[in-house]
């Protein structure tokens, strides 16, 4: 810690109260008791950048009808989640199996959603493992995903395709001459051709209905998103991805994410280790 950043006061209860509510009014997020200390160090840290000494009028400047710059810098260090490939195995390999199931029964193509897939692990992990999918029927792969994050950082990662090693500890070694080209002992780039499946956009999951491509979706997996929601904001968000699916499409959340059932439309599958829905025909 450096000295500037030493000389800065702690943000008071009401000071961070403060930015507290602005993070949910801008984002629908709340702040977990375990991620308080880095939003407070995540201030402190952008006021010493700055040169400025005031929390308030950092605060002023955020919440300001000109703030909207400052405010998606500070907001993407606060909102950007640690991640990794394959980050919950047996939720992609269901959607694997699932897909499989599809196509066998004569589905030609495949639409998938990554609800706020941070750096992009998940969005490019559900494009392999839909791809084993259509290797193992031995058809031409048809499939696209899109993945969403509030954060523009998150996305400028994302859309670079490269990942340090320890990103990559779920991954079979299969799988990393399959879908990776190794930089260096440390470094690791996605295909070109798993790159080409996947596109990212800027996105808040408060925002679902304005989204043109989210309508007859095939999968929509959003998984360590929902926890960061009120529970009747959590109903919402549900509702409106349930309304993103084609009839029999499937919506993969969480294992605890939801423990009740979220909405008419959807109803559980009885996958052991794994929560998911699919949409009903009404």
Same mark, same amino acid.
């Given at each position: 810690?450096?000295?500037?950043?030493?000389?800065?006061?702690?943000?008071?209860?009401?000071?961070?109260?403060?930015?507290?509510?602005?993070?949910?009014?801008?984002?629908?997020?709340?702040?977990?008791?375990?991620?308080?200390?880095?939003?407070?160090?995540?201030?402190?840290? *952008?006021?010493?950048?700055?040169?400025?000494?005031?929390?308030?009028? !950092?605060?002023?400047?955020?919440?300001?009808?000109?703030?909207?710059?400052?405010?998606? @810098?500070?907001?993407?260090?606060?909102?950007? %989640?640690?991640?990794?490939?394959? *980050?919950?195995?047996?939720?992609?390999?269901?959607?694997?199996?699932?897909?499989?199931?599809?196509?066998?029964?004569?589905?030609?193509?495949? &639409?998938?959603?990554?609800?706020?897939?941070?750096?992009?692990?998940?969005? !490019?992990?559900?494009?392999?493992?839909?791809?084993?999918?259509?290797?193992?029927?031995?058809? #031409?792969?048809?499939? +696209?995903?899109?993945?969403?994050?509030?954060?523009?950082?998150? @996305?400028?990662?994302?859309?670079?395709?490269?990942?340090? &090693?320890?990103?990559? %500890?779920?991954?079979?070694?299969?799988? /990393?001459?399959? !879908?990776?080209?190794?930089?260096?002992?440390?470094?690791?780039?996605?295909?070109?051709?798993? #790159?080409?499946?996947?596109?990212?956009?800027?996105?808040?999951? @408060?925002?679902?209905? /304005?989204?043109?491509?989210?309508?007859?979706?095939?999968? =929509?997996?959003?998984?360590?998103?929902? =926890?960061?929601? #009120?529970?009747?904001?959590?109903?919402?968000?549900?509702?409106?991805?349930?309304?993103?699916? #084609?009839?029999?499409?499937?919506?993969?959340?969480?294992? +605890?994410?939801?423990?009740?059932?979220?909405?008419?439309?959807?109803?559980?599958?009885?996958?052991? +280790?794994?929560?998911?829905?699919?949409?009903?025909?009404?």
């Amino acid at each position: 810690m450096s000295m500037s950043e030493q000389s800065l006061p702690e943000l008071t209860t009401a000071q961070f109260s403060c930015w507290r509510a602005l993070i949910e009014e801008y984002a629908g997020v709340q702040i977990a008791p375990d991620r308080e200390a880095f939003v407070r160090l995540g201030v402190r840290r *952008r006021l010493e950048e700055l040169g400025e000494s005031s929390f308030d009028s !950092y605060f002023e400047r955020v919440n300001g009808l000109g703030g909207e710059q400052e405010r998606r @810098l500070i907001f993407d260090r606060m909102l950007i %989640k640690e991640t990794h490939f394959f *980050r919950h195995r047996p939720s992609f390999d269901f959607v694997s199996r699932s897909v499989f199931r599809q196509i066998s029964e004569g589905m030609t193509s495949t &639409s998938a959603w990554s609800v706020g897939c941070s750096t992009g692990e998940e969005a !490019y992990s559900i494009a392999m493992a839909i791809n084993a999918a259509y290797e193992t029927c031995d058809k #031409k792969p048809l499939f +696209g995903v899109v993945g969403s994050d509030i954060s523009h950082q998150a @996305l400028m990662s994302a859309r670079s395709g490269i990942y340090h &090693s320890r990103q990559l %500890k779920q991954v079979t070694e299969f799988e /990393k001459r399959q !879908y990776f080209t190794e930089m260096s002992a440390t470094e690791f780039s996605v295909s070109e051709s798993t #790159k080409r499946r996947v596109c990212f956009l800027n996105s808040n999951i @408060l925002n679902i209905p /304005k989204h043109s491509f989210a309508n007859n979706l095939d999968i =929509i997996y959003c998984q360590n998103v929902l =926890i960061y929601f #009120k529970r009747w904001r959590r109903r919402e968000i549900i509702q409106s991805l349930a309304q993103c699916l #084609k009839p029999g499409g499937l919506l993969v959340l969480g294992v +605890g994410e939801c423990s009740e059932q979220p909405s008419q439309l959807l109803t559980r599958v009885p996958e052991q +280790g794994v929560l998911a829905y699919v949409r009903s025909s009404r």
